[in-house]
């Protein structure tokens, strides 16, 4: 997925495909940088699809005041082309910083040079990215993570940062209360 999925869209065309048959009403996938098939699974299924936190960008930076824009935290900044952004209709000048000088989350998520996770170094990792890219780019109001594996992470970062943080748990969340809305009996 680091290189673009090259040759993994047939892949998930026919996972998605069996899902919707087997009565899913939406879908969504485990990686950010899948946002480059969102508009072929959404084509293919005919059902809501939501590929990537990537596509909180839009919608977070509308929510933002003037001056302030999103920033976005990935697992490889540079695994994340423009072609990414673009296909989750985020701006190509977002701010975006990665893990890849970490100690801990990339080595073992995308190196697997581990099979055991630190979460303490891991969320340092996390934190140190946030914090660089907010010192590079003070402008930035508010932060999506890329990579799904981030969203336990969210909590100190957003502590760290005092910024808005958003990642697909945030999403999904958003993308269900759509698609099985809640009842709201006012009567009982």
Not at 163 to 172: F, K, R
Request: hydrophobic fraction near 50%; proline fraction near 7%.
């Amino acid at each position: 997925v680091l290189k673009g999925a090259a040759g993994l869209l047939p892949d998930f065309l026919a996972a998605a495909a069996d899902l919707v048959a087997l009565g899913a009403e939406a879908i969504t996938t485990n990686c950010g940088f899948l946002a480059l098939f969102q508009a072929e699974l959404a084509a293919h299924v005919k059902v809501p699809v939501a590929t990537s936190a990537l596509m909180l960008v839009p919608w977070v930076q509308a929510t933002l005041p003037p001056g302030k824009r999103g920033g976005v935290i990935t697992v490889s900044r540079q695994s994340l082309p423009p072609a990414h952004l673009a296909a989750a209709g985020a701006p190509l000048d977002i701010p975006c910083g990665g893990t890849e000088g970490g100690r801990e989350f990339f080595r073992v998520l995308i190196k697997a040079e581990s099979e055991d996770l630190d979460v303490e170094l891991a969320a340092q990792d996390i934190l140190d990215a946030g914090r660089a890219l907010l010192a590079a780019h003070p402008d930035i109001g508010a932060i999506v993570l890329e990579c799904t594996n981030m969203p336990p992470y969210a909590k100190a970062l957003r502590e760290a940062l005092v910024l808005p943080i958003y990642d697909i748990y945030s999403m999904i969340t958003w993308f269900h209360a759509g698609i099985r809305p809640r009842e709201f009996n006012a009567l009982s």
